[in-house]
């Protein structure tokens, strides 16, 4: 009885037995009860670290492969965290109903201003909003759209030959390529999106834009993901990040920017200044002219925003890798020539619909984009309240799971030899085979939050290729060469030097 009635004092007087005896337990309790049946690591059932650790490491998609080919389609990557490694699951984690909400992965993602949470579709996991901002950008991330758009990229990609002549000269000495495709893609989006960019290619990043976005949109975000608690300690903490970056938002610089360049925009359509195609903030604009409560400022700037944010670094990779891997294996590079050059007949200015209209070009994306996925790790969702099966497993609501490309792209059974650069595994005879590796590639995500810039980054991709090789003849500078690569949020390579000649046959279109 005595010990009952000492019981509050005596408590009190052990509270870091108490407190330990708590963690302890809720860690057995996350180690044995819900999870249980996921095979893993023992250390990962207990901590999410050795994650932390390999995504720190810039290797997240190395051992999320190696955990994969031991345990199988199922792995316990952390105490509540489960890796999904099935192509065939893909359709049930991420479609159109919106069940497996985004996980608290995306909180470091998130930006906040006066009004709030800023209302980017890549971080929204309220249904109506999402619903809302995907709609009302909908036409403006069309294909159709994109495509009026094209004397717009037409007129940066002639640029960057100019620049590229310029070094490389007719004695065709090295360039860093890797390096002017991302000041290419930012020029590119700016353009798409405002009607004028702003010249990263001659005069370089003097807010340091690019940088910001590597370091917070790439690096940060993938590791604090992973313990997204941490975020309000360090990025989300205003205290720490104006003592960090100098202000309150670490992006507030881009988003001041797209915010400026719609203004900007703005007074042009008064000052009736604007001409040419109509570009996506034109197009927002005409919309919110005709509907103004179909979005609203604050809308239309986060559009433009995102534009920035998600549409520039995931290109230029995807870019890298196919122009590393078509000059690093010679039968490629053959073949994709005679493609273009003898049999399509292409020339500058390559138009879109010419250059989508070939089977080997599209072929080399596709296989481009599954083996090098430019985004690193899982795209993480929080198993909705009642619970589901993956793989025939149950696994319980509130738990994250989530595919990476990665794990997904380099699946043995679905594309043998993954390691292998070999876009004729999307030209196979069977075509149901080849309809499932295209359900598999996963590089754009898939459902309800699949990437809205899709259409405008193929746009760029499949023309910029085209045109490089109606324009120049490639080859690596080392021959030898590789591209080292960090894998975090994106997967920005370095390395890819290359010399180039210009094909005089096309040298007076430019
Ligand atoms: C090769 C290029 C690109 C790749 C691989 C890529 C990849 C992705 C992925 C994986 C997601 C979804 C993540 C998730 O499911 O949680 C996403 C979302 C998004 N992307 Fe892209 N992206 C690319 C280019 C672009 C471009 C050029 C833009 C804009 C101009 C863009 C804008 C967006 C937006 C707004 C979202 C959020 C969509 C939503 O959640 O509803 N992306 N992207």
């Not at 608690?229 to 960090?244: A, E, I, P, R, Y």
């Not at 670490?250 to 360049?261: F, I, K, S």
Request: hydrophobic share 45%.
């Amino acid at each position: 009885m005595a010990i009952f009635t000492n019981t509050p004092s005596w408590l009190l007087g052990h509270w870091p037995l108490l407190v330990l005896g708590i963690i302890v337990t809720s860690v057995l309790a996350k180690r044995y009860l819900a999870l249980r049946n996921i095979p893993g690591p023992f250390i990962a059932s207990l901590t999410r670290l050795p994650r932390v650790i390999a995504v720190l490491g810039g290797r997240p998609h190395e051992w999320d492969l190696k955990l994969h080919r031991k345990y199988g389609h199922l792995v316990r990557m952390g105490p509540d965290l489960v890796s999904v490694g099935d192509p065939a699951a893909i359709n049930v984690i991420y479609n159109a109903s919106d069940k497996f909400q985004k996980s608290p992965f995306y909180v470091p993602f998130m930006i906040y201003d006066e009004e709030g949470l800023l209302p980017d579709p890549l971080v929204l996991s309220d249904k109506t909003m999402h619903t809302r901002m995907k709609k009302n950008a909908y036409s403006a991330y069309s294909m159709g759209s994109m495509l009026q758009l094209e004397p717009l990229v037409d007129a940066v990609t002639a640029r960057l030959f100019k620049s590229l002549d310029e070094i490389s000269g007719t004695a065709g000495h090295a360039c860093d390529l890797g390096q002017w495709l991302r000041l290419y893609v930012t020029d590119v989006i700016f353009a798409v999106t405002f009607g004028e960019d702003m010249d990263f290619m001659q005069k370089g990043d003097p807010i340091g834009m690019m940088s910001m976005l590597e370091y917070i949109a790439g690096d940060y975000v993938a590791i604090v993901g992973q313990i997204p608690w941490l975020h309000k300690f360090l990025l989300g903490n205003g205290l720490v990040t104006s003592l960090v970056v100098g202000r309150n938002s670490p992006d507030g610089a881009v988003l001041d920017l797209a915010r400026a360049q719609v203004a900007r925009f703005r007074e042009k359509v008064s000052a009736q200044e604007v001409s040419g195609p109509c570009t996506f903030v034109q197009r927002l604009l005409e919309q919110q002219q005709k509907d103004p409560s179909s979005i609203t400022d604050r809308e239309l700037i986060t559009h433009a925003f995102g534009n920035i944010t998600a549409g520039a670094d995931t290109t230029a990779i995807a870019m890298r890798t196919i122009i590393f891997n078509v000059v690093k294996h010679p039968d490629i590079y053959h073949r994709l020539c005679r493609e273009i050059r003898d049999e399509a007949k292409l020339s500058l200015p390559v138009s879109y619909a010419d250059a989508n209209a070939l089977r080997y070009l599209d072929a080399v994306i596709k296989e481009a984009l599954r083996i090098h996925p430019p985004n690193g790790v899982m795209y993480g969702r929080t198993v909705p309240a009642e619970g589901a099966t993956i793989c025939g497993q149950y696994i319980p609501g509130g738990v994250e799971v989530g595919i990476s490309p990665w794990v997904v792209h380099y699946d043995l059974e679905l594309f043998p030899e993954p390691e292998k650069f070999q876009p004729e595994r999307w030209l196979a005879d069977d075509s149901s085979l080849v309809a499932r590796r295209r359900r598999a590639l996963f590089a754009f995500s898939a459902g309800s939050h699949t990437c809205l810039g899709k259409n405008i980054s193929l746009m760029e991709i499949t023309k910029l290729v085209a045109s490089f090789l109606v324009r120049y003849d490639i080859a690596l500078d080392d021959p030898g060469a590789t591209l080292a690569f960090k894998c975090r949020w994106f997967t920005p390579q370095k390395g890819l030097v290359v010399t180039l000649v210009g094909r005089e046959s096309q040298e007076e279109v430019l």
